[in-house]
């Protein structure tokens, strides 16, 4: 029998270039997606498939990511997929809140180097659970995976405004929370009551991730970085490396991670939502109107950066600890029990 089978030839090795790059499945569409955003709204709004695909693919596709990774989170894996959302909620946003706070009561509320408080607080106590999401699809196993209950948490104004001491005035629905926790839910019923969903949902990471943190990218506008100045830079330069650096503490000594602790480096982020946050705490409390227009272009310049500099610093750590493994070695952790400690590859 012939074997007719032929390889085709590759004119242009983009996945490779791209997954070559540490977080460049993830990153390159990022910034191309804000190239788009910022000066081609024109090709992103001819509407159909084009729009739906490249600018409004965002919150579906991440859905479907959460879906599918429910769907590897067996009953047996669940107190540690708890565990690591308990530690990242702990370290990337109660503990920073709590310094920006303590900081707050020193210096006061203008803060420093032209940065209000306000400011810093909204930019280093909430995380980009998508991004998470994508470094983790790529570098992380079903715990990190799973861990995006922090981000669905910690998203919105509700810490600003507790750590600020108006939590009563915090109007965030239980029902937005719920509603953010269903499809993980979902799919681990579907996984666990029938596990072949598991293994048709297993690469779900490498097929959405490209797409969707293109249509992040489209959401986030480079002029707001002019907008921001200098102070926007140093807010993200702050956020992605301090915040970071709590949440592989994290890792290291409270998760017991050992060689895989850098993963928790891709925390280090500023949500999108998070530009929203000062002016809503502008009208809660009229003291911090001033600082509104200014916080809200530094954290939008935030947001950029950490996105950027957040999974490089992840995957740099990671490669020198020696735990940027391959697609197929994660994979063998994922089918291992993990409430034991992992393997030495």
């Not at 409390?285 to 916080?295: I, L, M, N, S």
């Amino acid at each position: 029998m012939t074997d007719t089978t032929t390889t085709e030839r590759e004119i242009a090795p983009l996945y490779q270039l791209m997954n070559r790059i540490p977080g460049g499945l993830m990153l390159i569409p990022l910034v191309i997606g804000s190239l788009l955003g910022t000066y081609a709204l024109g090709f992103l709004e001819m509407g159909s498939f084009t729009t739906a695909l490249f600018q409004q693919s965002a919150l579906p596709l991440i859905a479907l990511l959460i879906f599918a990774t429910g769907t590897q989170v067996t009953l047996k894996t669940s107190g540690p997929v708890a565990a690591t959302a308990g530690v990242v909620l702990l370290c990337k946003s109660i503990i920073p809140a709590t310094i920006v706070i303590l900081l707050g009561q020193v210096v006061g509320i203008d803060g420093v180097l032209g940065v209000s408080i306000l400011a810093l607080l909204v930019a280093v106590d909430n995380s980009n659970g998508g991004l998470w999401l994508a470094f983790t699809g790529r570098y992380g196993d079903k715990r990190d995976r799973g861990a995006y209950i922090a981000s669905a948490l910690n998203d919105g104004p509700f810490f600003s405004m507790l750590f600020l001491g108006a939590s009563g005035l915090a109007d965030i629905p239980v029902s937005a929370m719920v509603a953010a926790v269903i499809p993980f839910l979902l799919g681990m019923l579907v996984g666990n009551l029938n596990p072949h969903w598991r293994e048709i949902l297993r690469p779900t990471p490498a097929i959405v991730i490209p797409f969707f943190a293109l249509a992040l990218g489209t959401g986030i506008d480079l002029n707001n970085i002019v907008k921001g100045g200098l102070s926007g830079l140093v807010v993200g330069v702050i956020v992605a490396p301090i915040t970071g650096f709590f949440v592989y503490l994290g890792y290291r000594f409270l998760l017991r991670r050992g060689y895989r602790s850098g993963i928790g480096f891709a925390a280090g982020t500023t949500a999108g939502n998070a530009i929203a946050t000062p002016a809503i705490i502008g009208l809660a409390d009229p003291t911090f109107a001033p600082y509104v227009e200014t916080a809200t272009a530094q954290v939008a310049a935030s947001v950029l950066v950490t996105a950027v500099m957040a999974p490089l610093i992840a995957s740099v750590v990671l490669k020198k600890e020696g735990g940027l493994l391959t697609e197929e070695e994660i994979e063998r952790i994922d089918e291992m029990d993990l409430g034991v400690k992992e393997p030495q590859l």
